[in-house]
């Protein structure tokens, strides 16, 4: 499975940006999906997850009621809509898969196998 993420940019405070991951060489539809973030210096850290049908979905603290995570199976593609961006979500996106079609700890970044190359987002204030 390779994972190609994209949508990444500059925008102002306040503004939104959409994230795409496009999978290939395998579908997705079975797969629990995730998004991570890592700015400078820090960690890596948990964003968002869905499963395999979307029917769930998990968001960090720091985005819950600003970011939506969906997929479209279709397309083999996966989204993250980010509103009402901030400057601490400056950071370089990754999106992730896992062969399972929900996983027990979601935010864990060793659940998953295939990882995306990553996009940056930056915010301004």
């Known amino acids: 499975v390779q994972l190609q993420a994209s949508g990444g940019g500059l925008v102002q405070a306040g503004g939104s940006l959409r994230l795409s991951c496009a999978g290939s060489?395998?579908?997705?539809?079975?797969?629990?999906m995730s998004w991570f973030h890592q700015a400078p210096g820090k960690e890596r850290e948990f964003v968002a997850a869905?499963?395999?049908?979307?029917?769930?979905?998990s968001y960090a603290d720091s985005v819950k009621g600003r970011f939506t995570i969906s997929r479209d199976n279709a397309k083999n593609t996966v989204y993250l809509q980010m509103n009402s961006l901030k400057p601490e979500d400056t950071a370089v996106y990754y999106c992730?898969?896992?062969?399972?079609?929900?996983?027990?700890?979601?935010?864990?970044?060793?659940?998953?196998?295939?990882w995306g190359q990553g996009t940056q987002v930056t915010v301004s204030s």
């Open positions: 869905i499963s395999w049908n979307g029917g769930i979905t």
């Open positions: 992730a898969a896992a062969r399972y079609r929900w996983l027990g700890s979601p935010r864990r970044d060793a659940e998953y196998e295939y």
């Open positions: 060489g395998r579908t997705l539809s079975s797969y629990a």
